[in-house]
């Protein structure tokens, strides 16, 4: 149990379908974190929530909306996708703050398997 | 800026032999560094990280990885390779800062030979 949820694990849609990917964390962190692993690249961060407020947006384009209702939920829409969006969808989180905050790791969900047809 | 460097995309061990997965960063401060691991379908999860004191850092698993800062390294090591090892591991780097952001390289993956 990694304390970090993410569903669906798998998603197939089609380039003008709109679907959502759900995290959920279970660790009393406040922030969050959204990354794209595709094939043969490095984790790339696309955006980061701390207590609900964006503090990160990675030059991600416009067809991903991020939603951090509350500091244990994160939300990743999406609509309109492109093939080169097929990738792992990963969340994470981690307490942010002052001290010893800065010295704690990232807790990852199993991620999302997302294809675009 | 941060950046991670890990020096072969893929490595080969027999099981019983010694696993050393290279790593090197670059930081223009004094930086935090993190092993991640990750098998099939799943996310990855926390082998050990370096933030202060001593240098020597052991983590899960048998695994250990030294930060030394004169060669900008923290190579992972274990001695004697088991077929479970078998996984894609990930070296990144943080600066502490305000939004803990993580700066990852791009992945070895360790394949173990019976």
């Known amino acids: 149990e990694t304390g970090v949820t993410q569903t669906p694990r798998h998603l197939v849609m089609g380039m003008t379908n709109k679907k959502s990917l759900k995290c959920e964390q279970h660790l009393g962190h406040n922030a969050m974190y959204w990354y794209k692993q595709s094939a043969k690249k490095p984790l790339e961060l696309m955006f980061v929530y701390n207590f609900k407020e964006q503090t990160e947006n990675n030059s991600v384009p416009s067809r991903f909306s991020p939603e951090c209702p509350n500091s244990s939920h994160l939300f990743l829409h999406l609509h309109t996708l492109q093939p080169e969006d097929s990738a792992l969808y990963l969340c994470?989180?981690?307490?942010?703050?002052?001290?010893?905050?800065?010295?704690?790791?990232?807790?990852f969900g199993d991620g999302t398997r997302l294809s675009i047809l | 800026a941060q950046s991670v460097t890990q020096l072969g995309s893929h490595v080969s061990v027999s099981e019983g032999a010694l696993v050393l997965l290279r790593c090197n960063y670059s930081s223009s401060v004094p930086p935090y560094l993190f092993w991640y691991v990750q098998y099939p379908n799943q996310g990855l999860q926390l082998l050990l990280k370096y933030t202060t004191g001593a240098t020597l850092v052991k983590g899960i698993n048998g695994f250990e990885a030294e930060f030394k800062k004169s060669e900008t390294s923290f190579h992972l090591t274990k001695p004697s390779a088991h077929m479970s090892d078998a996984a894609e591991y990930f070296c990144a780097v943080s600066d502490g800062g305000a939004t803990n952001k993580l700066i990852f390289g791009t992945g070895t993956l360790l394949a173990v030979q019976p």
């Open positions: 994470a989180s981690s307490p942010i703050g002052m001290g010893e905050s800065s010295n704690q790791p990232q807790h």
